[in-house]
């Protein structure tokens, strides 16, 4: 195995917290902008963390919790990792493919915990990289320029009207959240910068 990862070999989401909803303290509720670009995070619809995400935030060795509540975090993928530097394998447990034309496939993934995640080959379907048997992640801080990022483009900016609702006021019971969960994407084919 390896012990040091190639920065090529590297591809990142951003996870941004959206400001519309609502502060809670449990990472499993929150919603997140993401995107591997600024076009991307403005444009894609907020989604919830997947298991294996929260985990590797709540494991971070610098308590990222709190921040990742507040701001977000990025997540770094390869396929060739290495048990230093904070990465944590997760292996293919189901790679499903789709009937439907120009629907990319997307594979099921695990830890030895049994966090799970999902991705979605990226790409055009003829020349895009199949999904690897294995991808290593880890979780970054947030850089401030980014941070600076999204407070000017109102990512953070919370709903308009100061009208309470009823569960300010008691507890009610949760319905589902159908809120949908984030897929992460396959390595692309060109690098991708933020900004």
Not at 87 to 101: H, R
Not at 116 to 131: D, H, Y
Not at 148 to 162: R, V
Not at 185 to 192: A, L, N, V
């Amino acid at each position: 195995m390896r012990k040091e990862v190639g920065e090529g070999e590297i591809w990142k989401l951003i996870v941004i917290r959206d400001g519309s909803d609502n502060y809670t303290h449990a990472l499993c509720d929150a919603h997140f902008k993401y995107g591997r670009t600024s076009d991307e995070l403005e444009l894609l619809d907020v989604k919830r963390l997947p298991s294996g995400l929260i985990q590797l935030v709540e494991e971070h060795p610098f308590n990222l919790y709190e921040e990742a509540l507040e701001t977000g975090f990025i997540v770094e993928m390869t396929r060739r990792g290495s048990m230093a530097g904070g990465w944590m394998k997760f292996t293919s447990s189901v790679i499903m493919n789709s009937n439907e034309p120009f629907q990319a496939p997307r594979g099921l993934y695990a830890n030895e915990i049994g966090s799970t995640l999902e991705f979605q080959r990226v790409g055009c379907p003829g020349n895009s990289e199949q999904l690897p048997k294995a991808i290593w992640l880890r979780v970054k801080e947030l850089p401030l320029n980014y941070v600076a990022w999204a407070f000017e483009n109102g990512i953070f900016e919370g709903s308009k009207s100061h009208q309470k609702t009823l569960d300010s006021w008691i507890s009610l019971p949760e319905l589902s959240d159908i809120t949908p969960i984030l897929v992460l994407p396959g390595k692309p084919t060109k690098s991708e910068n933020f900004i």
